[in-house]
């Protein structure tokens, strides 16, 4: 009447070709996770290369800002020591330093036991 076959366990080999295909697909994913970091890697590499031969020519010795979207940045491009405006469409050369001129930023104040600090200002307000 029925066929006893019909109710039977599966085969393995069933499972071993759904075992190897997921195995295969794990592999691809990952080669291509690691294709992805590598090309990532390599784009920083040569991102780097590329800045590094105008980065000895010109040097950004500081900037301040004068605006929402406007600052004044002194650049040294080889010798000479140029101050330029930057707005959100313009660039313009403000002053240009003679060479020799000492166009570097003062050291930073460092305040000393007898200069005042907030803390000590504050407790004196607040009569402490």
């Given at each position: 009447?029925?066929?006893?076959?019909?109710?039977?366990?599966?085969?393995?080999?069933?499972?071993?070709?759904?075992?190897?295909?997921?195995?295969?697909?794990?592999?691809?994913?990952?080669?291509?996770?690691?294709?992805?970091?590598?090309?990532?890697?390599?784009?920083r590499?040569?991102?780097?290369?590329?800045?590094?031969?105008?980065?000895?020519?010109?040097?950004?010795?500081?900037?301040?800002?004068?605006?929402?979207?406007?600052?004044?940045?002194?650049v040294?491009?080889g010798?000479?020591?140029?101050?330029?405006?930057v707005?959100?469409?313009?660039?313009?050369?403000?002053?240009?330093?003679?060479?020799?001129?000492?166009?570097?930023?003062?050291?930073?104040?460092?305040?000393g036991?007898d200069?005042?600090?907030?803390?000590?200002?504050?407790?004196k307000?607040?009569?402490?």
């Open positions: 009447m029925s066929d006893p076959t019909l109710f039977a366990a599966p085969d393995t080999a069933a499972h071993a070709g759904a075992a190897g295909g997921t195995l295969e697909i794990t592999l691809a994913l990952l080669l291509i996770v690691g294709l992805i970091a590598a090309l990532a890697w390599l784009t590499r040569m991102r780097g290369g590329f800045t590094r031969g105008s980065a000895a020519r010109i040097q950004v010795l500081g900037a301040q800002s004068l605006g929402p979207k406007e600052r004044a940045v002194l040294r491009i010798d000479t020591d140029i101050l330029v405006g707005a959100a469409s313009a660039v313009n050369t403000l002053h240009v330093f003679p060479s020799g001129s000492n166009t570097e930023a003062p050291p930073p104040a460092v305040a036991p200069m005042p600090n907030f803390k000590n200002l504050l407790l307000a607040l009569g402490k």
